[in-house]
């Protein structure tokens, strides 16, 4: 038992050592401690009845405890990633040949094999002339971590100049996406604000989506976005006064993904 348990103890700290691990890494481990430690918590005929009590709840405990995360781990810890993986899947189809370009901020990247993407590694062959080819990338995924916004938005600035140069010389129409988790989107308005030549509109949102990388702040009795109103249109004079049940729904609203469509201002050209 003991060199099973300094087994199971020296790599988690091991790796806990690293940034950013993530929960789900140290799943594997349930297995040997259900193995070490499961017999303990039911009674047998030697305990006392305050000890068979003690085991009883701490069974319960346990129960109740896997419910619960398996909850939060399978359908809300970063869950609007699937969703969104479906939608741009079925995009790219409907697109075909269309560029697509992505960024996600602050959230897990998007599994490649979700989207069905042909594959550009594959040599093909064309049956009448003989020749051998393979297809150039149409897709685009770029993951930035917990990048700050405005090192985001250089990001996002140059994607959208060289989608607009490739349109404009070789006619490649193109699709460009951001995604980032909602209790982001003051920082992206009020960032894209020193950029009127891109316009970023909201595409559409998927609730529920907890990303630890970007906890939403609760928000004061004066928060602007929860009113619904746009801040750029607020005008100054304007009193907010919200009661606590607007903050804590709006604060709940705020555990969502928001995908954003990226355009050239129609002020301005690239």
Known sequence: ??????????????????????????????????????????????????????????????????????????????????????SLHHEIKSTYGHHMHVITTHSYSIPTFLLQLESTTRVYKDRSTGRRYRLAPTTFLHKYGSMPINELFTKIDKTLSNAEELLHKQKRQYRFYVASPCSLEQKIREENSRYPYIDIEEDFSIYPHFSSEALPEFPSRRDQYCSGQNL??????????????????????????????VTPSKKTHF
């Open 232 to 261: 750029k249109l607020l005008k100054e004079s304007q009193r907010i006064d919200l009661t606590l049940y607007q903050r804590i729904s709006c604060y709940l609203k705020r555990f969502c993904l928001r995908v954003y469509r």
């Open 1 to 86: 038992m003991g060199l099973m348990m300094f087994s199971v103890v020296v790599p988690v700290a091991a790796l806990s050592l690293f940034p950013h691990q993530e929960a789900r890494f140290i799943i594997p481990i349930l297995l040997p401690l259900v193995y070490l430690y499961g017999n303990y918590l039911y009674p047998n005929e030697s305990d006392g009845p305050r000890t068979m009590k003690l085991k009883t709840s701490l069974r319960y405990v346990w129960y109740t405890t896997n419910i619960i995360l398996t909850i939060f781990f399978g359908f809300i810890h970063q869950a609007g990633i699937y969703p969104l993986a479906n």
